[in-house]
């Protein structure tokens, strides 16, 4: 759009991620909820994003497309699936190279945001900012090198850790606002860089609530498909991420099989999935089922088939990747069954709300007599609880709210 002696020229916000919508991951769905925002406020908005698919690189989408008023380019070789660390590596550095080659040429650049997908995303952000003299916006969607030393795939001390905290510190220096998920990974940002304490602001993600509805189990055609009619279903969905394990669940489901009204549903992908496939290969349990992730139109039939959400959080991973998945389960009024530790973000709210339960991860003994007490409970007291869920989403923890709020911080100083 040309600009008219009175009309000041259009500002571009460049975001760059290698996710995003169509895919199903939910950093690309949350990415497009920022983006399109941006563009209603009047924003020119350019993303760079991959072409294939995260969670499956044979996926291809379009090359270049418009999503709601938000101008998409997709660039070739950013993906090459989740196979492994070096093969992910590589294809965040040639995407990497790729933003900082268009980027040097966008015009009228007055902001870049930048997230973790990919991890070395962060590079390209800090370099435009410098040779652009652009303001930059982090999104800290996840932290390494903490996950990979959770995770025991590298130690502090390594070069790999080494590297990625002196791209931290970087990232965390040339932003001029950096938005973290919840108040634990707050803490690990500032001991990174004390001196970026005044720019962090702490700001959860929020449930896609454009795509979701409470649908009666007696209608919902996903558990009539699934042939889910009488049973009690518990249900994980979104990501399986090695970080978040879900042995404990698994182990108690197969010692529940006698019960033929219970049924453990994980819906999604990723590394974690593994396990589940794994346990349903050697087992052939009778109460376990696996599906892949479900269109986003659909995805209000899905979640709204579960009974109970459960939400992982591994050990030791608490303030480093986000438990996302928690917010669209509570928007669909449903209680969630915490597996992981206390505190975190997800007990918080758990305990404070009395919205759900918290087991500990190992204790398989312990995750049968909770799940067979929570499958006995009336559905009065189920629905008391997912309505108060659904209320903390409609007062703290909506899009509307968030969104915004999260806009509002994009257009400060830009």
């Given amino acids: 759009m040309p600009s008219t002696p009175n009309q000041p020229a259009q500002k571009t916000l460049l975001v760059i991620s290698q996710v995003y919508v169509p895919d199903p991951a939910s950093v690309g769905q949350h990415m497009h909820d920022a ?3 941006m563009a209603r406020r009047g ?11 995260y969670d499956d690189p044979s996926r291809k989408y379009p090359w270049r497309e418009t999503r709601d008023g938000v101008i998409i380019r997709r660039l070739p070789f950013a ?3 989740k196979s492994s660390i070096p093969i992910r590596l590589l294809a965040g550095m040639i995407f990497v190279l790729q933003c900082i080659l268009i ?5 009228r650049l007055r902001c870049v945001l930048v997230s973790t997908s990919p991890p070395l995303a962060p590079l390209a952000a800090a370099f435009l900012s410098y040779f652009r003299r652009t303001t930059v916006k982090y999104w800290a969607m996840d932290l390494n090198p903490d996950q990979m030393i959770a995770l025991g795939k590298t130690t502090e001390t390594s070069i790999f850790s080494r590297l990625f905290n002196w791209m931290n510190r970087l990232i965390l220096r040339r932003s001029s606002d950096v938005v973290a998920l919840d108040r634990f990974m707050a803490d690990r940002l500032i001991v990174k860089l004390p001196a970026s304490r005044a720019k962090i602001r702490v700001m959860p993600p929020w449930p896609h609530e454009d795509h979701l509805d409470v649908i009666p189990h007696d209608t919902n055609p996903f558990r009539q498909k699934h042939q889910l009619q009488g049973k009690f279903v518990f249900m994980y969905s979104g990501n399986h991420s090695v970080s978040h394990p879900l042995t404990t669940i698994l182990e108690a489901a197969l010692k529940l099989q006698s019960d033929p009204r219970l049924v453990f549903l994980f819906v999604g992908g990723g590394l974690g999935k593994r ?8 087992h052939k349990p009778t109460n376990i089922l696996s599906l892949p992730y479900q269109p986003l139109a659909e995805i209000k039939y899905s979640l709204s088939a579960g009974d109970v959400h459960l939400v992982s959080v591994g050990e030791g991973i608490v303030g480093i990747c ?4 928690v917010y669209g389960a509570m928007a669909v009024g449903r209680p969630i069954l915490l597996l992981g530790p206390d505190p975190s973000h997800v007990s918080d709210i758990i305990h404070q709300d009395g919205i759900g339960w918290q087991i500990t991860h190992g204790d398989v003994d312990g995750a049968v007599a909770l799940l067979t007490k929570i499958s006995r409970m009336s559905e009065s007291e189920l629905a008391a609880m997912g309505s108060k869920a659904s209320r903390l989403i409609s007062d703290q923890f909506s899009k509307d709210v968030l969104c915004g709020r999260f806009a509002d911080v994009l257009e400060r100083s830009s």
């Fill in 35 to 37: 983006a399109a925002e």
């Fill in 43 to 53: 924003w020119r908005v350019l993303v760079l994003a991959s072409r294939r698919g």
């Fill in 79 to 81: 993906s090459f699936g």
């Fill in 103 to 107: 980027g040097l040429f966008v015009r």
């Fill in 275 to 282: 396990e589940v496939e794994q346990v349903i290969a050697a």
């Fill in 322 to 325: 986000h438990p996302c998945k």
